[in-house]
C-alpha cells in the first residue's frame, strides 16, 4: 500500500477512499453536500521511507490545514484503533504494516463496531 498526504482539498471533495478506517462529521458539522463527512484512508498512517511502521495521531501524514483539524482527541483515537488494528493483523500474517488488505482491517473495525459509513 502506498503513502498518502490528507489535505486540505480531501475535505471538501466528498470522496470515499477504498481504504477508509475512519469518518469524522464535517468541520461545519452540516452533512450536506457541500460540507461531506471526512473519510480517512489507512495510507494516512503509513509513512513513505520506513517500512513496517504506522503512525497515528498528530503525526499522521497530512497537510497543516488537516492537520490543524484531526489533532482533536477523538481523531487520534479512532487512528490509533485502527494502527493497532493493521499491527495485529500485519503479525497474524507474518507481514509488514504495508502488506496488510485493507479490506481486512474495514472488516475487523467494524466488527469493533466503528462506523466507516456503509
Given amino acids: 500500500m502506498v503513502s498518502m498526504c490528507f489535505q486540505r482539498k480531501m475535505f471538501f471533495s466528498g ?3 477504498p481504504d477508509t478506517i475512519a ?3 464535517s468541520i461545519t458539522n452540516n ?3 457541500e460540507h461531506p ?3 480517512l484512508p489507512l495510507r ?3 509513512p513513505k521511507r520506513i517500512e513496517n511502521l504506522i503512525v497515528a495521531g498528530r503525526c499522521f501524514s497530512s497537510d497543516k490545514f488537516a492537520n490543524d483539524l484531526f489533532n482533536l482527541i477523538p481523531h487520534c483515537i479512532a487512528m490509533g484503533q485502527a494502527a493497532g488494528v493493521t499491527a495485529a493483523i500485519a503479525v497474524k500474517e507474518g507481514v509488514n504494516v504495508q502488506n496488510v488488505d485493507h479490506s481486512k482491517v474495514k472488516e475487523r473495525l467494524k466488527f469493533q463496531g ?3 459509513g456503509e
Fill in 44 to 46: 494516512c498512517l503509513l
Fill in 23 to 25: 469518518v469524522f462529521p
Fill in 37 to 39: 463527512l471526512v473519510y
Fill in 114 to 116: 466503528v462506523f466507516l
Fill in 31 to 33: 452533512t450536506s453536500k
Fill in 15 to 17: 470522496g470515499k477512499p
